[in-house]
């Protein structure tokens, strides 16, 4: 199965938006839905990479299926993450904190560059993204 499961710590989600790089490009607000399978992703995150491997990334936290991110105008690369939590880690004993256990959603073949395409225009500034589980 093309799944992954993974301890991920919940500061990594924590972020709300990186804007890698700076090249006085403006930026155009992009938000939308990202669903595997048709239901929402409950938390993750989308990355936005130009295709030409010039110029700035945009990252998010998905939230409840929605993301919210400015973007360079352009064609991009996006790149999305989906964690479920499947448990919890007590790595200092039982009476420790917990760290939560993710299990990765999404599909590995998603993580190419190219699997997910968007071109980010002015003006146009919903992007939905619905992804499908393993075959």
Sequence with gaps: MGYRRSHISS?????TVLLVGC???SLMPVSGDVTLDGNPIEKGTIRFMPVDGVGPAAEAKIE????????PA??????????????????????????????????????????????????????????????
């Design 23 to 25: 090249s006085g490009e």
């Design 11 to 15: 500061w990594i989600l924590a972020g």
């Design 74 to 135: 352009g064609k991009k690369n996006v790149f999305i993450r989906g964690l479920k939590t499947i448990g919890h880690n007590y790595p200092s004993g039982p009476e420790g904190p917990a760290i939560p256990d993710y299990e990765e959603l999404v599909p590995t073949r998603y993580e190419r560059p190219g699997a997910i395409q968007c071109t980010i225009v002015e003006g146009d500034p919903r992007r939905d993204f619905e992804l499908a589980g393993e075959p």
């Design 64 to 71: 409840q299926g929605r993301y919210e991110v400015l973007v």
